[in-house]
């Protein structure tokens, strides 16, 4: 994989943006491999938990024009046909997939946010579980800057984490954001002081994260994405269906033993 990097030690997996572009400028393989990967992360039963991060001083500078160009330019040579624009949907539409690829993988996803964070890397953090930046982050959802409405998951996702207001203002007006004002917002859910900070920060997490029954950790994932469309009442009812089915594990009996042994738990998933 050209765009996309990764790494997995004690139930960990590190996935870097790492194109060849500067500021890891998303190019058009970086959406297929992130799909492949975690799709893959998905049925690996040596992973628990996720840190999606930017290889370098940058999370990503966004879409790659240079590099896109070709791709959309060559779609207009035939005369603005209805059959380049089913064309451009199919590309959109795998663009979007390789980022709800994230959304869907049944680990949960840490965004460790350095630098700069825009454009395709907003609908990229917005897939994730939650979000982590160093002070020196910087958001912002620019689309509406080159003429192009933004249009793989932000503003499907992003009123769910900061609201429908926060999500208009950084739509409509493309402007920065720092990483105070995005965890004033909610965007982000902690910040730190540099990119070394951040980057031990999310791996505490993430390990503390392993440690706990990974199908509990998934069914918690699984319970919220779901319910995200439901009414309160429709999203407790499958909370209950799900656990009436899937409570009872090795997992649950050793959380019992361990705790009455006045012992460390050691989950297996099983």
């Known amino acids: 994989m050209n765009e996309i990097t990764l790494e997995v030690s004690d139930h960990v997996a590190v996935v870097s943006l790492a194109g060849p572009a500067r500021g890891n400028a998303l190019g058009p393989d970086v959406w297929g491999e992130l799909g492949a990967t975690f799709n893959e992360l998905d049925g690996r039963d040596d992973v628990r ?3 999606l991060r930017g290889r370098g001083e940058h999370f990503t500078y966004g879409l790659d024009l240079q590099r896109n160009a070709p791709l959309f330019m060559g779609l207009s040579q035939g005369g603005n046909l209805a059959s380049e624009r089913l064309a451009l949907k199919r590309i959109v539409l ?3 997939a390789g980022i709800t690829a994230i959304e869907k993988c049944s680990k949960p996803v840490i965004a460790a946010i350095d630098g700069w964070c825009i454009g395709g890397g907003i609908d990229i953090i917005a897939a994730a579980d939650w979000r982590l930046s160093s002070a020196n982050a910087k958001f912002s959802l620019r689309e509406v800057k080159i003429a192009i409405t933004a249009d793989l998951g932000a503003l499907q996702r992003l009123p769910y984490i900061i609201g429908q207001g926060a999500t208009r203002r950084m739509a409509m007006t493309g402007k920065d954001f720092t990483a105070t ?3 004033a917002m909610g965007l982000v859910d902690a910040v730190y ?6 980057f031990e920060a999310a791996m505490a997490e993430a390990i503390e994260v392993a440690k706990n029954p990974p199908f509990v950790v998934q069914s918690v994932k ?8 439901m ?3 429709q999203g407790l009812d499958y909370v209950a269906t799900w656990n009436s089915a899937y409570l009872e594990s090795h997992d649950l009996k050793e ?5 009455m042994e006045r012992r460390e738990p050691t989950f297996k998933g099983n």
Do not use: C, K, M, P
Not at 222 to 229: I, P, W
Not at 255 to 259: E, G, N, Q, R, T
């Open 49 to 51: 938990v996720v840190v």
């Open 94 to 96: 795998e663009w979007q």
């Open 181 to 183: 004002e995005a965890h």
């Open 193 to 198: 002081a540099n990119d070394e900070a951040l």
């Open 222 to 229: 699984e319970v919220l994405n779901h319910g995200r469309d």
């Open 231 to 233: 009414t309160v009442a």
């Open 255 to 259: 959380a019992i033993l361990s705790y």
